[in-house]
């Protein structure tokens, strides 16, 4: 006698947005790791391969090169492919990617690898940036890019002391392989698990109401093209302040284990038990950051302001870097990193939430890749600085650079997507 399979019914799951954020936050953490294992080894294998400050930062311009080129390139291949497949695929690339580092034995095949990497690693915050405007409705946003900036800051964190101790253990070709691994057991359970809403079977119609609630009227046009999105003032000015802006935090993480190795004196293990601590301070400026623009949004009031009232308080702040030389104190040098770490991450969380605000959803990947074009021809650019610094002079005059770096960039997007009387409020849809 046959017996009839009965369908099961699979049974919802509370909450479910947020285990998608908190996969999200997993992942961008573990791009961090990946990326800092160069940063943290920079010391030992500057001296292992006999790598001067500027073949240093060739590999670091090589890395960011591919970056902005990919950044926009993965921006058109989230809206093609989706946040599910596409996400999967840059996980793999740049974990394979990193740890291909292991194999380095002169400072070309390092670039060579730090390039590949670099391609790999951007689709991350596409990705984020997409599923965040599919999974979540507008209040909830910059929090949402605050948890996933946050999660990579405790990448930062996390790999800090555990790249230290895997070259302290068994040296840093070790520590690109065990950190490599990392993204490729992530896939597992993200393949597994995302899905978009509307489809995903264990999503309950509840926080399916609310996940729509509240949409943006302006968010729901078509998807705008790259011809249509350069035609935008709000465009390039988002370019520039990423130019002028991001360039400090490449810094921190490409240089700033250098710098306290080699100018203040830190040994590696102290960079493992003390060198977390700025990034530690950028995960909770993510997380403030966001949650302090949130509770500025009010029915009747632009969403916009919102946004730039946390981005300015942040700016103000930034000039503080101007006093770093001038400190001597292991604990006053690492409270100024971190303040100023907390800072740009707070003004990040709300830059990228204006992402989500200002443009359709459909045209979140595209966009989010033309805007870090500006990051990526700043960072490169400064890195060039950065290395004729270091190698001729001391790291004090970039600390007087980047102390001026974000006052300049809050008056351009003050300027250039300051609110209007015709920006439309956050509504309800059919209101």
């Not at 500057?46 to 960011?64: A, E, N, P, R, W």
């Not at 800072?343 to 990947?365: C, F, H, Q, V």
């Not at 989010?368 to 270091?390: D, E, K």
Request: positive net charge; aromatic residues 12%.
């Amino acid at each position: 006698m046959k017996i009839k399979r009965v369908p099961t019914i699979r049974k919802k799951i509370a909450h479910l947005r947020w285990y998608i954020g908190a996969l999200l936050a997993v992942a961008a953490a573990i791009n961090y790791i990946d990326r800092q294992t160069l940063s943290v080894a920079s010391s030992r294998i500057k001296s292992d391969l006999h790598i001067s400050q500027i073949q240093y930062g060739h590999t670091v311009q090589m890395f960011l090169l591919s970056y902005t080129i990919m950044y926009a390139v993965s921006g058109l291949l989230v809206d093609r492919w989706g946040v599910r497949k596409s996400l999967a695929i840059f996980s793999c690339w740049w974990s394979i990617a990193n740890m291909l580092n292991m194999f380095a034995r002169t400072a070309l095949s390092l670039s060579t690898f730090s390039f590949l990497l670099g391609m790999g690693e951007p689709g991350i915050y596409n990705a984020a940036g997409r599923a965040t405007s599919e999974w979540f409705p507008p209040k909830e946003r910059a929090f949402v890019n605050g948890l996933v900036n946050m999660g990579s800051s405790v990448g930062a964190v996390v790999a800090t002391p555990l790249v230290a101790w895997l070259i302290l253990w068994q040296g840093w070709r070790f520590a690109f392989l065990v950190t490599g691994l990392l993204g490729l057991v992530w896939i597992v359970p993200w393949l597994l698990f995302y899905h978009l809403p509307e489809r995903h079977s264990r999503l309950g119609d509840a926080e399916l109401s609310h996940i729509r609630e509240g949409e943006v009227v302006r968010n729901q046009g078509p998807r705008l093209g790259i011809g249509k999105l350069l035609k935008r003032r709000d465009t390039w000015g988002l370019m520039l302040v990423r130019f002028l802006s991001d360039p400090l935090w490449w810094f921190y993480l490409f240089w700033m284990p250098s710098f306290l190795q080699e100018q203040r004196g830190f040994a590696l293990s102290q960079i493992a038990a003390l060198g977390w601590l700025p990034y530690f301070a950028a995960g909770m400026g993510s997380l403030l950051g966001g949650w302090g623009s949130n509770i500025l949004i009010v029915p009747g009031r632009s969403v916009l302001r919102a946004r730039l009232l946390p981005m300015a308080c942040c700016a103000a702040i930034m000039p503080i870097n101007l006093l770093i030389p001038r400190l001597s104190s292991i604990a006053s040098v690492l409270t100024m990193l971190s303040i100023t770490a907390f800072s740009y991450m707070a003004w990040k969380t709300n830059l990228m939430t204006l992402t989500n605000d200002l443009y359709p959803t459909e045209s979140i990947g595209t966009i989010s890749g033309i805007l870090m074009t500006g990051s990526g021809i700043g960072g490169f650019l400064f890195q060039w600085l950065i290395a004729i610094i270091a190698q001729h002079f001391s790291y004090n005059s970039v600390f007087y650079i980047i102390g001026f770096l974000h006052p300049a960039a809050f008056i351009v997007c003050y300027l250039t997507v300051r609110p209007r009387r015709s920006t439309p409020e956050l509504v309800p849809l059919g209101s």
